[in-house]
């Protein structure tokens, strides 16, 4: 089903270029010694985590989990739950947050979708999450596979709910429209950042590339839940994240995911600020207040943690 949405780059009055200039390190919450107590996660490494990491080795699969250093691997995998990082792991982009490694990456894997699918089906999931490295060197950016993972996976585990984080496609929209084509339950697409700080957290990036797609995605099919995140902690101003909430709010998604920004090593982009719990549900009634349904905000949040939840929540469907 297609909706008639004006697209963002019609209906939206863009704004001057912000001057590329970083703004002064704020200092609040900042404990260079050491992260805060309430981001201090303990390692559990119980027989579900040893089953997960066994069976990726096996079926020679990535995960984003292991890729970008997330902070819930643990928690996640030993709850029986990954997300997958499909067409290879290395990126063709290098942003400043950013763990997984970038060069030039590998040939495609054309049976790496039955594989994924094979894991799925083996980890019993109710609920998968796909994503992937963003392939700038092909066609349509790796649409393709994600198409066909989409497909393995309805195929083997047809009661399994799909959700796909994909990257911008450098504004291919054919290669959306391939990804659509797959049905899949949700689409995330994250901004990560505020538009003012894309220079150096998204480089090769752009805020209204990605508002379009997640816009044109909703208008692709209107059954679709489109999802976006981004990170806090990288100068952004509180009007600032204000603004993206309208933004996202405006353009018609259904679920946002706010968490804290995490430094992977001394090469990436400093952590300029630690928000509190706290700030963190201020962040939450803000952006619901603002009417975006489901708003999932905390310092450990990523873009998968507790995606069947959401889901669950917004579609009426137990996942």
């Not at 019993?124 to 996976?153: M, P, Q, Y």
């Amino acid at each position: 089903m297609e909706r008639e949405l004006p697209l963002v780059s019609e209906s939206v009055v863009q704004p001057a270029p912000a001057p590329r200039t970083r703004p002064p390190r704020r200092r609040e919450n900042y404990q260079p010694t050491g992260k805060p107590p309430w981001l201090k996660v303990r390692a559990a490494l119980g027989p579900n985590y040893r089953r997960i990491e066994s069976l990726m080795r096996d079926l020679s699969l990535n995960t984003v989990c292991e890729e970008a250093h997330c902070p819930n691997i643990f928690e996640c995998w030993e709850r029986g739950t990954a997300t997958f990082m499909i067409l290879g792991d290395i990126c063709t982009r290098a942003c400043g947050f950013c763990a997984v490694k970038s060069g030039r990456p590998t040939e495609l894997d054309w049976a790496e979708p039955e594989r994924v699918a094979e894991a799925v089906s083996a980890m019993g999931l109710k609920h998968a999450v796909i994503t992937s490295v963003t392939r700038d060197d092909l066609t349509n950016g790796g649409a393709e596979i994600f198409r066909a993972t989409i497909r393995a996976i309805r195929e083997r585990c047809p009661g399994t709910a799909v959700e796909v984080l994909i990257p911008d496609y450098e504004g291919n929209w054919e290669a959306l429209a391939i990804t659509i084509e797959a049905r899949p339950d949700v689409l995330n697409h994250n901004l990560e950042t505020v538009p003012r700080l894309y220079p150096w957290v998204r480089p090769k990036a752009r805020y209204e590339r990605s508002l379009e797609l997640l816009q044109r995605a909703k208008a692709m099919d209107g059954d679709v839940l489109t999802k976006t995140g981004i990170m806090v902690g990288l100068g952004e101003t509180l009007d600032e994240i204000r603004k993206v909430m309208e933004d996202v709010h405006r353009i018609g998604v259904d679920i946002m995911t706010i968490g804290q920004y995490l430094r992977p090593s001394i090469k990436h982009l400093p952590v300029e600020r630690y928000y509190r719990p706290e700030e963190f549900d201020e962040l939450k009634r803000m952006g619901e207040a603002i009417g975006i349904p489901h708003v999932e905000a905390g310092p450990l949040v990523r873009s998968s943690y507790h995606a069947h939840e959401q889901l669950e929540k917004l579609s009426g469907v137990n996942v």
